[in-house]
């Protein structure tokens, strides 16, 4: 089921919500990719991509933050650092899956395995820090301009 964008969403801030939109999208085609049982190399592509997206959007967003005064600034930093460990790890299980697929190597269940745990991962830290503690940016970001940053 893909995650489609609402305003309920919105941080208030033009440059994050472009971001997490572009985040959302890269999810939903991770979500896609794992759909198509042979597809591991976009399932790479995809899950790079948003490592690499990720890690520019969490500067960008610390950036931010620090010049709203954001009192949560250094929790959120930690949490930021936390998510790149998650992602890195599921990065390295992906590659570990695409290279099995490639030598026929992968055993059964594997698939599944590497299936569920992407989408946990991405479900329980992408998602849910975008839509939960990205959200209590919200009050301090709505006083300054919406291009702010
Ligand atoms: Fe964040």
């Known amino acids: 089921m893909p995650i489609v964008w609402r305003d309920q969403i919105s941080v208030g801030n033009d440059l994050i919500d472009q971001d997490h939109r572009y985040l959302i999208c890269l999810v ?20 790079q991509q948003l ?3 990720t890690a520019f959007h969490f500067q960008r967003e610390e ?16 949490v930021h650092k936390e998510i ?7 990065e390295r299980d992906v590659r570990d899956y695409h290279a099995h697929v490639q030598d026929g190597s992968l055993v059964p ?9 992407v989408m946990q ?6 998602l849910d820090h975008v839509l939960k503690d990205d959200k209590r940016m919200e009050p301090y970001l709505r006083k300054l301009p919406a291009n702010f940053g």
């Open 28 to 47: 939903n085609s991770i979500d896609l990719a794992l759909r198509h049982e042979d597809d591991s190399e976009s399932l790479l592509v995809f899950v």
């Open 51 to 53: 490592i690499a997206y």
């Open 63 to 78: 950036r931010i933050q620090k010049l709203a005064h954001y009192p949560q600034y250094e929790a959120h930093c930690r």
């Open 84 to 90: 790149l460990g998650h992602l890195a790890q599921v």
């Open 109 to 117: 269940g594997e698939r599944d395995m590497v299936a569920g745990e």
């Open 121 to 126: 991962l991405l479900r329980d830290w992408v």
